[in-house]
Nanobody, 128 residues
């Protein structure tokens, strides 16, 4: 029903930048009605909320660990969501997942079970 495909991950050095993209397709509802989020999961750890954005981009939520370094944005025409990652640190190393929540909500959910669809993830590795 819904497909999310992440791209843009890679191997970088500490201090470098990456821009992740998430393309949404295959759903009947307008992309502009959904909440989008980015999560990450390091080996042996639970999936962690990174940042999220509401239906029109007017509201975002950013985890403390990435605040000031990562920025989420969306393009509702292209049905894309982006994660600009600056000043990357080794602790940012993880698989990064794009997530979609169907039902509109005023706040940005921060738990994985509040999202309905997930991409397969893209690996981000930051060397020291």
């Amino acid at each position: 029903q819904v497909q999310l495909v992440e791209s843009g991950g890679g191997l970088v050095q500490a201090g470098d930048s990456l821009r992740l993209s998430c393309a949404a397709s295959g759903h009947t509802l307008a992309f502009s009605t959904v909440t989008m989020g980015w999560f990450r999961q390091a080996p042996g750890k639970e999936r962690e909320f990174v940042t999220g954005i509401n239906w029109n981009g007017g509201r975002t939520n950013v985890a403390d660990a990435v605040k000031g370094r990562f920025t989420i944005s969306r393009d509702n025409i292209k049905k894309m969501v982006y994660l600009q990652m600056n000043s990357l640190k080794p602790e940012d190393t993880a698989v990064y997942y794009c997530a979609l929540r169907w039902n509109p909500i005023l706040t940005i959910p921060i738990t994985p079970n509040e999202y309905d669809y997930w991409g397969q993830g893209t690996q981000v590795t930051v060397s020291s």
